[in-house]
């Protein structure tokens, strides 16, 4: 009977179950640098959403599918990093493949770095856990008071602006979008254009919207990465409404719809730094300033700029569980099913 082990977080409502490649009984993932593993993982003639079928998706699909997962599971597994400059590497997964880029998930490595001891941390202060992803290496302030940790501060790869006010139809009506790159290629639109309210009773037209959305934008320039086809296309879209500002800056709800429909729990890591790339472009957040991001749950993250289009994001991660998963060989479901 095989089994798998895993350590469960959420970050601010989303999850992310982490795969360490390096317990026993895992295989190595081929590769120098993690790219060349997230490329392995993807499979020849694959893409990040529609991988080839292998050893190492096989154990994604089991945790991702029901009986032991559901359709909005997100999770990672933990590689090697490009170089001594790191303490690990990782290679998101979702329901439907793989991304380049993941905030929250980032946010639950470095709390799983410190709960672990894979980096050493203060009993007051902060420590930095250094992550190598796909599109770069990102970084994970673990803040910590009496012996916990009280929050996560998530440093990114800079973000830029790709295109604003791209026209796209939807069985909504036309929405202008504006696509930022952030680690992944996001696109962004006012829930108001298409007559929508970011709360959860619009959650089955927020979903339609955003699938039309990235389908519209699968071909359009300015999601193309000039580092290649594995960050390119839209991976998210963002539909997003405006609340009072704060005294300290702007004030958004948002709900990412990613990969094939599925629903960000939280106000999303990346995605937020591709609003802080684009409120930045606008005039409306400045040094000093925050953006307080909130999710369809209503959990919040906090977002800056900073020099050279970095941004942070800062947010919570919490232990949630910890399994051994198994398949038995008998069982007729074998990895399991998504509805």
Same mark, same amino acid.
């Given at each position: ?6 350590? $469960? ?14 317990? =026993?009984?895992?295989?190595?993932? +081929?590769? $120098? ?43 990672? *597994? #933990?590689?090697? +990093? ?5 303490? *690990? ?37 902060? !420590?930095?856990?250094?992550? $190598? #992803? ?7 302030? !673990? ?24 026209? #796209? ?59 290649? =086809? ?29 990969? $094939? ?5 939280? +106000? ?31 959990? #919040? ?23 051994? *998963?198994?398949?038995? =060989? ?6 399991? *099913?998504?509805?």
């Amino acid at each position: 009977m095989r089994s798998v082990r895993t350590t $469960d977080y959420h970050a601010a409502g989303e999850p992310f179950r982490i795969v360490d490649t390096a317990d =026993p009984g895992s295989a190595p993932v +081929p590769g $120098d640098t993690v790219a060349e593993r997230c490329a392995t993982a993807i499979g020849p003639g694959g893409s990040g959403t529609a991988p080839r079928p292998g050893p190492l998706d096989e154990v994604r699909r089991l945790l991702v599918r029901e009986p032991r997962g559901h359709a909005g599971m997100y999770g990672g *597994f #933990v590689v090697p +990093p490009d170089d001594d400059g790191a303490h *690990f590497g990782v290679l998101f997964w979702h329901k439907d493949g793989y991304s380049t880029a993941c905030g929250h998930g980032t946010m639950a490595l470095g709390a799983w770095a410190v709960d672990t001891g894979r980096v050493p941390a203060p009993a007051d202060g902060d !420590v930095e856990v250094r992550v $190598d #992803v796909p599109s770069g290496r990102v970084r994970a302030t !673990v803040h910590r008071a009496d012996g916990r940790t009280t929050g996560i501060t998530f440093r990114n790869v800079p973000a830029r602006v790709g295109a604003r006010k791209v026209p #796209v139809a939807t069985t909504l009506g036309i929405a202008e979008v504006d696509i930022a790159h952030a680690g992944a290629c996001y696109a962004s639109v006012r829930a108001r254009d298409l007559g929508l309210e970011v709360t959860r009773a619009a959650l089955p037209e927020l979903t339609r919207a955003g699938r039309e959305i990235r389908a519209a934008l699968a071909t359009h320039p300015a999601t193309w990465h000039p580092d290649g =086809p594995l960050l390119s296309g839209v991976y998210g879209v963002i539909l997003h409404e405006e609340l009072p500002d704060t005294p300290f800056g702007p004030h958004q709800r948002n709900v990412t719809v990613f990969a $094939d429909g599925q629903i960000d729990r939280s +106000p999303c890591g990346s995605g937020t730094s591709a609003r802080l790339a684009l409120l930045a472009e606008d005039g409306r957040l400045g040094p000093g300033q925050d953006l307080l991001h909130e999710s369809i749950v209503g959990s #919040v993250f906090t977002g800056r700029v900073l020099d050279g289009g970095v941004t942070e994001v800062t947010g919570t991660a919490y232990r949630t569980g910890e399994h051994t *998963f198994t398949i038995d =060989p008998y069982d007729a479901l074998g990895a399991g *099913f998504t509805l």
